[in-house]
Structure formats: C-alpha cells, structure tokens
C-alpha cells in the first residue's frame, strides 16, 4: 500500500514484498534456525 501510494504500479509493489519474503524465508534457511511462533524482536 505504501509503494502503491508513492505512485508506483501495483504490480511493481507486488514484486518487491515478494523480493522481502523471498530473502527473509532464504535468510532462514541458510542460517539453519527453526520458525519461533511467539518469537519477540530485540529490536522491538
């Protein structure tokens, strides 16, 4: 929604969430980690 509303297409801003998931879910597995449900940041 907010590349959506910057005046891109909405095709565009699909493709750059799927870019996010897409190295956050390699991210996971070449560190190995298990998926925490309740996981909480430390950034948070």
Same mark, same amino acid.
């Given at each position: 929604?907010? /590349? #959506?509303? !910057? @005046?891109? =297409? &909405?095709? +565009?801003? +699909? /493709?750059? #969430?799927?870019? !996010? $998931? +897409? !190295? *956050?879910?390699?991210? /996971?597995? &070449? =560190? @190995?980690?298990?998926? *925490?449900?309740?996981? +909480?940041? !430390? $950034?948070?």
């Amino acid at each position: 929604e907010r /590349i #959506v509303e !910057k @005046g891109k =297409s &909405k095709k +565009l801003a +699909l /493709i750059a #969430v799927c870019n !996010k $998931l +897409l !190295k *956050q879910a390699f991210a /996971i597995a &070449k =560190s @190995g980690t298990y998926y *925490q449900e309740n996981y +909480l940041s !430390k $950034l948070a």
